[in-house]
């Protein structure tokens, strides 16, 4: 099995743009989630899914920030417009059949916004 | 609401030796589960170890295993014959019915 795959693993952007960061899941692992890692708030959930259905966006920050699971095996978050202060690794992790499982993350995605 | 508390924010242990990574969590749930995840320099968040809290008996994973205070609401983890792969982040986590909530993690140096 090929693990929970991110893309892209880096990206830089300026200021003012609009940000995509792409997940796919383990097959047959029916819950997402994405997380944001930073220094100062450690690691945060942002939101998850169950079967492509939002269950809880409580943790995404501001409406800048969205997510969509178009299908089981896909997942994007979108930052716009992006900001310096979104600088941080977002992860993306899945889990089958419950959240009181093992996730199993991704490799992360580092963003810097300049 | 779930809390977890990780107040040891840097450990370091001697290669060989027995070290302990501590961990307090707060939550309404009765029923949830609690893990220590590893995360290495190369960023790869891992799990090492994960309990049941219905369960008394503490979890064990070879080298690793926990001390489960239920009353208490403590969950450390005891790392034994430490070696150097095992440097890197480590990450109290609680999960409820609906989501997990992770420490702030402790960075764990091994000392050759």
């Known amino acids: 099995d090929a693990g929970v795959i991110q893309s892209p693993r880096h990206e830089v952007t300026e200021m003012g743009q609009e940000v995509t960061l792409r997940c796919k899941p383990i097959?047959?692992?029916?819950?997402l989630f994405w997380y944001r890692q930073t220094m100062m708030r450690g690691l945060e959930l942002l939101i998850y899914?169950?079967?492509?259905?939002?269950?809880?966006d409580s943790g995404m920050p501001e409406d800048r920030f969205s997510a969509k699971m178009p299908n089981a095996s896909f997942s994007t978050l979108k930052i716009q417009p992006s900001e310096p202060r979104d600088s941080a690794v977002y992860f993306c992790?899945?889990?089958?059949?419950?959240?009181?499982?093992?996730?199993?993350f991704g490799p992360g995605t580092r963003l810097t916004v300049l | 609401a779930q809390t977890v508390t990780q107040s040891q924010p840097e450990m370091s242990v001697q290669e060989a030796e027995t070290v302990t990574l501590s961990c307090t969590y707060d939550?309404?749930?009765?029923?949830?589960?609690l893990f220590w995840y590893k995360q290495p320099p190369s960023r790869q968040m891992i799990l090492v170890i994960r309990?049941?809290?219905?369960?008394?008996q503490n979890a064990t994973e070879n080298r690793f295993s926990v001390n489960f205070q239920k009353a208490a609401k403590s969950f450390s983890l005891k790392i034994s014959d430490s070696q150097l792969g095992d440097a890197a982040m480590y990450f109290c986590?609680?999960?409820?019915?609906?989501?997990?909530?992770f420490g702030t993690g402790t960075r764990l140096k091994v000392l050759a």
């Open positions: 992790a899945s889990s089958f059949r419950s959240s009181y499982n093992e996730q199993f």
């Open positions: 097959s047959g692992h029916d819950y």
């Open positions: 899914f169950n079967n492509n259905v939002p269950i809880d």
């Open positions: 939550t309404s749930e009765s029923d949830y589960y």
């Open positions: 309990q049941e809290a219905y369960k008394q």
């Open positions: 986590a609680c999960s409820g019915t609906y989501k997990y909530i």
